[in-house]
């Protein structure tokens, strides 16, 4: 395998055709010039110079490898450049794993910061529940990744895992505008013969209801789930059914109601994740960022842990 030191020494000789201009250019020894280019002789398996008492002549070799050569460092000295400045987070890559409401609400304000601070770097984004971003955190394949958890179903994280909070969030009843609960905080008993619209079976969002409603002595009616809150709240516009809603996914909408469960304040828990191994050094940075946003703020029934 060439050698790049050597081959830049063979560019610099060739560019000024000698061993002891070159040596100065270069800060060394014209001895080292010399072993540097008898080394890069035996390594190609040709001789690069005519070697004469007060001079030398490049071979034809010498100037095609000179030539060809010389682009080489150029990109050579282009991807040193990257990466030194990749380690001080200035370029470089993060894959970052989200899930829809935080995607749309939290996401795009870090990203629009840290595009402002740091142009070179690039950013890729990966839309999943938590379940499924998770083990790709830990597989290497997402750097960071946003993950909520219930009140009413906890998480354990693995251990390889750095686990910060960012927001805490409420979760809302929405009931169609004329419903009689919109009148008072709303007791769950009282919706207990509702026909409920829930997130897609087994998620956390369903199972949070499912286990909400058995404290309160009945099962949920589902008669409609989306893991879309905008079709949810839509839903509950149209006045089929009610709806328990994070505060993320909450937007006022005409003809529909929102509010806290009276005496039993329930909450959705955001964190950003990453493994404690990972050296990359846009982390921080994109850490810093989803934190600054959480801080001023990103809607009602919202607030920082």
């Known amino acids: 395998m060439l050698n790049p030191v050597h081959l830049r020494t063979l560019v610099e000789v060739v560019k000024t055709g000698s061993f002891a201009e070159a040596a100065r250019r270069l800060g060394y020894t014209s001895s080292a010039v010399s072993q ?11 001789p690069l110079f005519e070697r004469e008492a007060h001079s030398i002549r490049p071979a034809a070799a010498a100037l095609l490898i000179a030539d060809r050569g010389g682009e080489l460092l150029a990109a050579l000295d282009g991807f040193e450049h990257e990466v030194k400045a990749m380690v001080q987070g200035l370029r470089g890559r993060l894959r970052i794993g989200t899930f829809p409401t935080a995607s749309s609400r939290i996401v795009p304000r870090a990203l629009a910061a840290l595009q ?15 379940d499924d971003v998770l083990p790709l955190v830990l597989t290497g394949e997402l750097d960071l990744a946003l993950v909520y958890a219930y009140d009413l179903v906890p998480r354990t994280w693995p251990g390889e895992l750095t686990v910060l909070p960012l927001l805490d969030e409420s979760l809302l009843v929405m009931v169609p505008a004329g419903h009689q609960a919109a009148k008072n905080n709303v007791r769950l008993e009282d919706l207990r013969d509702e026909r409920w619209i829930a997130s897609r079976d087994g998620t956390s969002g369903a199972t949070c209801l499912t286990r909400l409603c058995a404290a309160a002595g009945f099962a949920p009616r589902i008669t409609f789930r989306s893991n879309d809150y905008e079709v949810v709240q839509s839903l509950v516009a149209a006045g089929v059914g009610v709806a328990l809603v994070p505060a993320l996914g909450y937007k006022e909408l005409p003809g529909t109601h929102a509010m806290p469960l009276r005496h039993k304040p329930l909450r959705r828990h955001v964190h950003v994740v990453h493994r404690t191994a990972n050296t990359n050094p846009l982390l921080r940075d994109a850490v810093n960022a989803l934190q600054d946003v959480c801080r001023s703020g990103v809607g009602s029934y919202t607030n920082q842990p």
């Not at 540097?36 to 040709?46: D, L």
């Not at 402002?116 to 938590?130: C, I, K, N, S, W």
């Open 116 to 130: 402002a601070e740091l142009p070179g770097a690039e950013f890729r984004l990966d839309e999943a529940e938590p």
């Open 36 to 46: 540097q280019i008898s080394a890069f002789e035996r390594a190609v398996g040709v």
